[in-house]
Every structure is written in C-alpha cells, then in structure tokens.
C-alpha cells in the first residue's frame, strides 16, 4: 500500500467511525447513512485510490476541474455529486458526468438541465438546495433558494424531462437565524424534507453536514453527509 493509500485508509476509518458513532447515538443504522467524499482540488489518483478503499459517492464543486477528472476515473464504479453552485453555461458539460446535481436553486437552471440531460440521454437526480439565510425570493449568499421556492421547484423538476427529483441539500448558513445553530440549520432542512416526500415520497436525500459538523447533521435526520478535508486533508490553495 503507498503512503497516500495508507493516509486515505486511516482517514476514511476516521470518518466512519464518527460516522457510525453519530449514527448510534441517534438510534439510527449505519445504513442510513452515505458518506460522499467531495475531492475538489484533490486529483484524480486520489479518486482512483478512495475507489480502491471502497468509496462509490464522490462530489465537485467546479466544472472545469470535475470534467477532466470524471473522465480520467470513466472506468470506475462510482456516483458523482456535482454540489457547487452552477451556472448555465457549464450545464451541458456538468450532465456529461454528474449523476446527481445538489444545488438546483433556481428555474432557470432546471430548464437547462433539463435540455442538457435530454441532449446526453441521461437521466439526472437533482437535489433542491435550500438557504436557510435566504429572504423569500431572493437566493443564499452561498447559493441556494429560500425554503418558500421549494414546492415550485421541486414540481419544476419532477415535470422536467431528463431530471428526477432526489430531494434536497443545504450548507450551513453563517448569517440568519441559524447562523451558529447548526444542528436546528439541518433540523429545518428534514421538516423541509417531510413536507417535499408529502408531494414527491421519492425525494428522500437530506444532504447535509461536512467535515466539521457531521455529527449534527446525522443527529437531525441527514441521509447524505458531504466530508472533504477529513478524508483527504487541508486543501491546497487555488492560485
């Protein structure tokens, strides 16, 4: 084993151990539970690595550093997330590879998503992402709709050819009423969640929780939790 391999291996264990921990404080199974590794600004020898060690879900957040890579890992059995926010220029490239898209946040985005899944005959999940710092109508300084926009975007997408709908994501907000408050953040995202399945059961991915507040986000319900520098270390800086 090289000492990468080795590095990603003690990492991972890590990361599902306070994975599996969370879980068993909730009541909830392992199962439940999927960890997504997100290697943004990380290569593609190391996505190649963490599908040695058994990782199936990985995330990217820029288009121009996720499509080289997706493609250089074609061969592998792996879900890519795409969790960044997207702009419509990058859509045709983005449902080239993407299995699943998490930051859907606007109408605009869904009709090209749509036009682009249908143009690559590929069917793609979407998440709605929510910002729980948004005023009614406006998006999240992180990206993001604001929680009043779910019911008309979800509708949106289950209506779009191409595009299913998977549920929703969202980040922790660092301003608003939940700014600090973590654990309440993904709390309201799950009581979002059970009102979207009230219209769309199969819109069960709660995505939510990262390195630093999996734990809390596992306790509030989350399916999916999104860990970068946990697994892979301190990011290097993008010049």
Avoid at 132 to 158: K, N, T
Avoid at 182 to 192: K, N, S
Wanted: some cysteine.
């Amino acid at each position: 084993m090289t000492d990468r391999k080795a590095e990603l291996a003690e990492s991972l264990a890590r990361v599902e151990g306070r994975i599996g921990a969370a879980c068993a404080a909730a009541g909830r199974a392992r199962e439940e539970v999927t960890l997504i590794v997100v290697t943004k600004t990380y290569p593609a020898s190391d996505v190649r690595l963490l599908a040695d060690l058994g990782v199936r879900h990985v995330a990217e957040n820029r288009d121009q550093d996720a499509a080289p890579k997706a493609a250089a890992c074609a061969d592998l059995p792996l879900t890519w997330h795409f969790v960044g926010q997207l702009q419509t220029n990058k859509v045709r490239s983005v449902a080239g590879y993407a299995h699943i898209v998490q930051s859907v946040d606007r109408p605009k985005l869904v009709t090209a998503l749509s036009a682009a899944a249908r143009g690559a005959g590929r069917e793609l999940g979407c998440l709605v992402q929510i910002a729980l710092d948004a005023e009614a109508g406006e998006r999240g300084s992180r990206g993001g709709a604001a929680p009043e926009q779910l019911a008309e975007l979800a509708d949106l997408v289950a209506a779009a050819p191409g595009l299913r709908i998977d549920g929703l994501m969202t980040v922790a907000p660092l301003a608003g009423q939940f700014a600090g408050r973590e654990q309440a953040a993904f709390e309201q995202l799950v009581e979002l969640s059970s009102r979207l399945r009230a219209d769309h059961p199969g819109a069960t991915m709660v995505s939510a929780g990262m390195s630093a507040d999996l734990e809390l986000a596992v306790a509030a319900g989350a399916t999916h939790v999104r860990v970068g520098t946990a697994v892979l270390g301190a990011r290097p800086r993008l010049g």
